[in-house]
């Protein structure tokens, strides 16, 4: 029974580790991006968001064209990763603490469903290959976002984050550069 217990929560524990792996929410990390017109910056930075008593970790995003967007994400006890829609006040998985292939969630509007395709996904950009990375499926189900694409993919990286997002014809956005502290 003893081995029993030991084998779960060392289970329960090595999952939290790595889905946290695949975003270090870190203040100071710094992600910059290619898209085939533009670019953005991530950067995690200073102070919380308290939301329903649960701490959000901030992240300034910043387009090439000038624009900026305030990102909120949180880990909970199970290593989930969470976003935090700022204006609907929502919130959705982005990295479910437990990754098994095949698993699938909807966002809490409604509009896209994720399904976890790989643990060990490799995805080649200009400047590296990022090998053994979680791939995650993104397909819209409501057509509401009409600029965005139907169906994608995006990878992450452990012990760096998302690396880029591919469609079946090639990259749609790819990690440049990053810092992390």
């Not at 090439?64 to 290593?79: A, C, H, I, K, Y």
């Amino acid at each position: 029974m003893y081995k029993i217990v030991v084998l779960i929560v060392l289970s329960l524990i090595g999952s939290n580790a790595s889905a946290q792996n695949y975003s270090p929410l870190a203040v100071g990390n710094k992600w910059t991006f290619r898209m085939p017109q533009n670019s953005f910056v991530d950067e995690v930075i200073e102070g919380t968001l308290n939301y329903k008593g649960k701490n959000y970790t901030r992240c300034l995003r910043k387009y090439s064209w000038g624009d900026t967007d305030t990102l909120f994400s949180r880990v909970d006890e199970r290593g989930t990763l969470y976003s935090l829609d700022s204006k609907s006040r929502q919130e959705t998985v982005d990295i479910p603490g437990e990754l098994k292939i095949d698993h699938t969630w909807v966002s809490s509007d409604g509009a896209w469903r994720y399904e976890i395709k790989s643990l060990s996904g490799t995805l080649t950009t200009p400047n590296d290959r990022f090998e053994n990375c979680l791939v995650i499926k993104a397909e819209q189900l409501t057509g509401r976002d009409k600029e965005k694409l139907q169906v994608y993919y995006n990878y992450y990286a452990k012990g760096i984050g998302y690396v880029g997002s591919k469609l079946e014809k090639g990259l749609m956005a790819y990690l440049e550069k990053w810092e992390l502290k």
